[in-house]
């Protein structure tokens, strides 16, 4: 869904968190439910402040806070940090498909000008608004990652290779 309409649904995300708290039920029991909750929320709480600055969709918050249901507050930021280097890659891939570090260097200096101007304007009001807007739709277009995918390659490092 990232892909097509740049919003990981509610309602996935709701159908898998519930199917991992029925798998951990069935293979833990009720007591587990608290722990796996209080991991959703810790992940959420620390993952939020890259929302509010407009560096992470909301979507892809929701989605490691769903792996913290499994895997713990430690493996989901585990997992977080695997796809922070897979985006820090495709990033690279996409320097070099669509050619211009100083394009990059743009929307980094776009974005970060317009981040400064609206706290500086609006203060608390600022993270009410997209940072996208007012950006070239092109560049952004280009520019821009599916976090999803990251986190999906993330994941599958940590349970190959970590929990392996």
């Known amino acids: 869904f990232d892909f097509y309409t740049i919003k990981i649904p509610n ?5 898998i968190g519930s199917f991992l708290m029925a798998v951990n039920y ?9 722990q796996s909750i209080g991991c959703v929320a810790l992940t959420i709480l620390t993952l939020f402040p890259l929302f509010a600055l407009g560096v992470m969709g909301a979507g892809d918050i929701k989605l490691l806070a769903v792996l913290a249901i499994p895997y713990g507050y430690k493996g989901a930021m585990i997992i977080f940090c695997f796809a922070l280097v897979w985006g820090l890659l495709i990033g690279i891939v996409k320097i070099i498909k669509y050619g211009g570090l100083g394009e990059r260097l743009k929307y980094l200096f776009n974005y970060l000008n317009q981040l400064v101007a609206s706290l500086r304007v609006r203060g608390g009001e600022a993270f009410e608004q997209s940072y996208i ?16 995918l990251p986190i999906f390659l993330g994941y599958l490092i940590y349970i190959g290779g970590v929990k392996g």
Do not use: A, Q, R, T
Not at 133 to 148: N, P, R, T
């Open 26 to 34: 069935f293979f833990y029991g009720i007591n587990i439910w608290p």
């Open 133 to 148: 807007k007012g950006l070239d739709e092109e560049m952004v277009k280009k520019s821009g990652i599916h976090f999803s």
């Open 11 to 15: 309602s996935n995300v709701l159908i």
